[in-house]
């Protein structure tokens, strides 16, 4: 049983899947599945079906966010959507930092500082993803790798600000793969992470934030994942497309924490 008193999230990453039509119709499949979550439910979709997504999702308990934003307000970015387009389209949330972006489109710990900075001025909640690739985890430096990562993407966000942060704790091995941190690693990880948000931060803040375990999360793996103490929730991708499975992971959220909450 996870003692935690934080409210878990679970968010779902649909990467580069799903039309319009489809978005809205997975959307209407999830909602009475997840209509009695007890833990944040967010689902972060491609751009064009932001719309879609969010009239689908009205009135319900469903949350929808993007899965990345330009820094800049606007401007002569040929292709990119700001931060303020999201929150004025209705998105609440944004993925930084994911590592699909950092590994495939240059992104860094730089520009994903810029990318959150630009998200939480605009209103949003930040997604922030840190983690470390397999090399990294044997050379035994995971710590440092998503510390740093952590540190360079929250320079400038104030204790207050970081209430809408959200740290997405994904181990690049497992997203994707099939692989999955034991929850001992997650949960070490996680620990790791909330200490150098109390060095930054101080205590209170950091007992206070959110840090989601992502990387292969499952209906069947979900339940042991989230019943870490340091683990508060999960950034899904694949799982995420099928509305069973998705709520699955909410539902193991939510027996995770129902003595804690309660
Ligand atoms: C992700 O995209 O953030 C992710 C964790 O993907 P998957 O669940 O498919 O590993």
Redesign the pocket.
């Known amino acids: 049983m996870n003692q935690s008193p934080r409210t878990p999230v679970i968010a779902g990453?649909w990467?580069m899947n799903l039309n319009p039509g489809e978005a809205a119709a997975l959307i209407r499949e999830t909602k009475p599945l997840v209509a009695d979550a007890g833990c944040g439910v967010v689902f972060c979709v491609p751009f064009v079906d932001l719309h879609a997504a969010l009239e689908a999702a009205r009135g319900s308990n469903i949350k929808i966010g993007a899965q990345n934003c330009h820094w800049e307000e606007k401007g002569a970015f040929t292709g990119e959507i700001s931060a303020r387009m999201l929150r004025d389209i209705g998105a609440e949330y944004v993925i930084t930092g994911?590592s699909?972006r950092r590994a495939l489109f240059g992104d860094t710990n730089e520009t994903v500082a810029r990318r959150s900075r630009a998200a939480l001025d605009a209103g949003l909640t930040v997604i922030l993803?840190v983690g470390e690739y397999l090399e990294q985890r044997q050379q035994d430096i995971t710590l440092e790798v998503v510390r740093t990562q952590t540190k360079i993407a929250l320079a400038g966000i104030s204790a207050a600000e970081l209430a809408r942060v959200i740290i997405?704790y994904?181990p690049v091995w497992?997203?994707?793969?099939g692989l999955t941190a034991t929850a001992e690693q997650a949960n070490e990880v996680s620990r790791g992470i909330r200490g150098l948000l109390g060095e930054l931060y101080g205590q209170a803040s950091a007992d206070g934030a959110v840090i989601q375990y992502?990387?292969?999360?499952?209906a069947a793996n979900a339940a042991s994942l989230l019943a870490q103490p340091e683990v508060d929730g999960g950034?899904?991708?694949?799982?995420?497309l099928k509305a069973a499975d998705f709520a699955a992971i909410v539902a193991a959220a939510d027996a995770s924490g129902t003595a804690s909450r309660a």
């Open positions: 990453n990467k994911h699909e993803c997405a994904e497992a997203i994707g793969t992502g990387g292969s999360m499952n950034l899904i991708g694949g799982a995420s």
